[in-house]
């Protein structure tokens, strides 16, 4: 297995999924009660990955206590970005920790279940400069292939057209044209390495796992895709029917749930309450026979009468369908 060194993007603002993210940075929305950081460095760490950096800028307090508790089976670095550097500027930014050799970048916003050395084995192969796993989501398609692997193009024209899934591969000599310090997005850095004839490669893949938490309404129907299931695509998710409840949760009497259910640490159901297709973070009290359905339930807040297509955070709430 090819060793390598990698870096987990997630500094952004995580505006799609407000209010919940004016509470937790993006990468520490739980997924089945587990922070995204956690399910990433555990699949980087599978994957090959010996180290890892992630960059951070909203909320980066929330994200450096959570990182010193957590005993994760690799090292996990932070580097606290002052303003915001784009998906570019924050690569450029920890320049220091690659090496010489091919190293990997993954948006902090995805799960994953994409063979990494499979990806390795593919851009040494081809002599890319940058390799690109790109997979055929059609919401998202947009990135033009030509018929030999070569990345054309973002947006546009009649070749074919695939979805960047959030991975890539970069040799170290692609650092050199970003500009330090500066603000930037690595794809603008991608077209002017395809202008000048270098390799941007695609990986193509079919049927392996990939899911994207874009949104609130897709962050919902993650956990129901999960319920669904009859596999676990990644190791440790809960599948096959069944309710996703934290062992410290303390439910009353004639608690019931319908469909996905997920209920987070410290939570308090009192007698009666009934949930429906909806996931509930931590510390969340809801008073008796209230019912919660198609809902999400951020951290601490105390329920008192029956909700339905609505998230609520701490810092506020929004209506189901209405993210834009």
Known sequence: MKSFKAMILAAGLATRLRPLTLSRPKVLVPVQNRPL?????????????EEVIVNTYHLSEKLI?????????????LRVEKTLLGTGGGIRNVMDFWDQRPFVVINGDILSAIDLQGVLRS?????????????????????????????????GGLEQHLAFTGIHVLE??????????????????????????????????????????????????????????????????????????HESARLGSGVHFDGMVCIGAGCALEHGVGIERSVIWDEVTIGSGCSVRDSIIGDGVVVSESQEGVVIGSEGRKELGTEH
Not at 126 to 148: C, I, Q, R, W, Y
Not at 196 to 223: C, I, P, T
Request: net charge negative; glycine share 10%; with cysteine.
């Open 37 to 49: 950081l956690a399910w990433l460095v555990a699949y980087l760490w599978a994957g090959g990955a």
């Open 65 to 77: 206590e959570y990182v010193e508790r957590s005993d994760f089976p690799i090292p996990v670095h």
């Open 123 to 155: 851009h040494e192969d081809s002599g890319a400069t940058v390799t690109l796993v790109l997979k055929d989501e059609p919401l998202f398609n947009g990135v033009k292939v030509a018929s030999d692997g070569r990345i054309l193009g973002f947006r």
């Open 172 to 245: 170290r000599r692609v650092l050199a044209g970003i500009p330090a310090g500066t603000p930037s997005s690595i794809i603008d850095c991608y077209l002017q390495l395809i202008a000048r004839g270098e390799k941007v490669m695609a990986h193509v893949v079919q049927d392996e796992f990939w899911q994207e938490l874009g949104s609130l309404n897709g962050y919902l129907q993650m956990h129901e895709e999960f319920f669904q299931m009859s596999r676990t695509p990644v190791p440790g998710l809960q599948v096959d029917g069944k309710a996703v409840v």
